[in-house]
Structure formats: structure tokens, C-alpha cells
């Protein structure tokens, strides 16, 4: 029971009475069918230089592929090592945020090449001034310290440095302290919801005028797929 209780009480803390009646709904009915939605946010790095914040207690380190011991621990337990590699290899970027003993306390990361949305099935395509934030992770025991935003703030500085000019990134409805968090520092631009029924392809639907490009594969020039 134990599990169970602390997953009520995780639904409850991130979205109250309508998250947790979400989830059981979804729980109830799946795999016969599953529902959802994920919102796109934006944030334009053309409208004046991008000078990140300092936070009291943290300090800034663009990691690379000889640090992804010290990456795995600010990431999502889900992730290993070669995950982190193969993202390293692709050039994706990745900030720590790093505490004043010198440990990892938050990742985040940035792409220009595209990206999967697992939900929607469906890979965004970057245009050369593009790029994309994703998988922001802090350890729940580090949580409350800024670090969020701080790398944010370093990622926007580099992206910009590099030439983007927009940067996009999505978040999962059923996560709405999530989406508070995209929100202080990017701009909600589209939601798509997601229906999917028997396991079947996910039947996707809503307004696409202000989203990033998506396609349901992403090739390279040789026709490989890219993810």
C-alpha cells in the first residue's frame, strides 16, 4: 500500500484534487485508452542579450562526455550512461548547476538537431536558428534552491552566443508544477492533446500555428533515422 499512498500523495501535491482524478481516470481505462496533452513553450533570444543571474551558493559547468559520472548524478535515476553519451556524441549540451561543495544538484540540456516527443510520437525538427531544452532534472532532496532557472538562464546565454534566435521546450499537462516552473522564464505557445487506443498510434490533434516542426520520423540526408 505503501507505493501506492506515496503516488496519491505525489498527484495531490503537484495538481490537487483535478491531477489526482486525471491519473485514476487514465489508470482506469488504460491500455484500452490513454489521453493527455503537452504544452509547448517558447522564449525568443533575438530581443536583446541573454545575461544570466547569479545565485547565491551555486556555480555554473558546461559538462562534456569525460564528466557523465558527475551528470548522472543531478539526472533523472532513469538515465545511464549511455544514454548520457549518445547525447554527448550528437553534440547536445548539458549545464550543471554545482553547490558550494562542488556536487551536481540539477542538469539540464540543449539540442539543435531535434528531438523526440514520446507522447505524440512524433520528432521536432530545429530550423538552424532553432533549438530545444529538455530533460531538466533536480534530485528531489536538492529541490528549492533556484537551480532551475540558473541553468536555464547559463543555456539561453550559450544557445544565443551560438546563433539561435528561438529556443522551444514542452511539458507533460499532468505535470503542472512543471509548467509553472516553464513559465517564469518561457511562453506557453500551443497545447496538443494525445488519444491513444488499444496501444494503437497516438491520435494527436490541436493548433500547430506556433509550435516547433513535427514529423513522425526524423531522418538525416541519408534517409537514417536520427533517434
Known amino acids: 500500500m505503501r507505493p501506492l499512498a506515496e503516488r496519491l500523495q505525489r498527484a495531490l501535491e503537484q495538481g490537487g484534487v483535478r491531477q489526482l482524478f486525471r491519473r485514476s481516470v487514465n489508470r482506469l ?3 484500452w485508452l490513454e489521453f493527455g496533452s503537452v504544452t509547448f ?3 525568443r533570444l533575438d530581443r536583446g542579450p541573454e545575461v544570466p543571474r547569479a545565485r547565491p551558493g551555486l556555480e555554473i559547468f558546461c559538462a562534456s562526455s569525460a564528466d ?4 548522472l548524478e543531478a539526472s533523472d535515476p532513469r538515465r545511464t550512461h549511455d544514454i548520457v553519451k549518445e547525447r554527448f556524441d550528437r553534440g547536445d549540451l548539458c549545464f550543471l ?4 561543495t562542488g556536487r551536481p544538484i540539477h542538469s539540464g540540456w540543449a539540442t539543435t538537431i531535434g528531438a523526440h516527443v514520446p507522447e505524440l510520437e512524433r520528432d521536432i525538427v530545429l530550423r538552424a536558428y532553432e533549438a530545444y531544452l529538455y530533460d531538466a532534472f533536480t534530485p528531489p532532496s536538492r529541490r528549492g534552491t533556484g537551480a532551475f532557472g540558473f541553468v536555464l538562464d547559463h543555456l539561453f546565454a ?11 521546450s514542452y511539458v ?15 511562453n506557453p505557445v500551443g497545447t496538443l492533446n494525445h488519444i491513444r487506443v488499444n496501444g494503437r498510434a497516438p491520435i494527436v490533434f490541436g493548433s500547430t500555428n506556433e509550435l516547433p516542426t513535427l514529423v513522425k520520423r526524423l531522418l538525416d540526408d541519408a534517409g537514417r533515422s536520427l533517434r
Open 29 to 31: 481505462t488504460s491500455p
Open 172 to 186: 507533460r499537462r499532468d505535470d503542472p508544477k512543471g509548467q509553472r516552473a516553464a513559465c517564469v522564464r518561457l
Open 97 to 100: 548547476a554545482v553547490d558550494s
Open 41 to 43: 513553450f517558447r522564449r
Open 68 to 71: 557523465i559520472a558527475v551528470v
Open 158 to 168: 550559450r544557445l544565443q552566443s551560438v546563433g539561435a534566435r528561438v529556443v522551444y
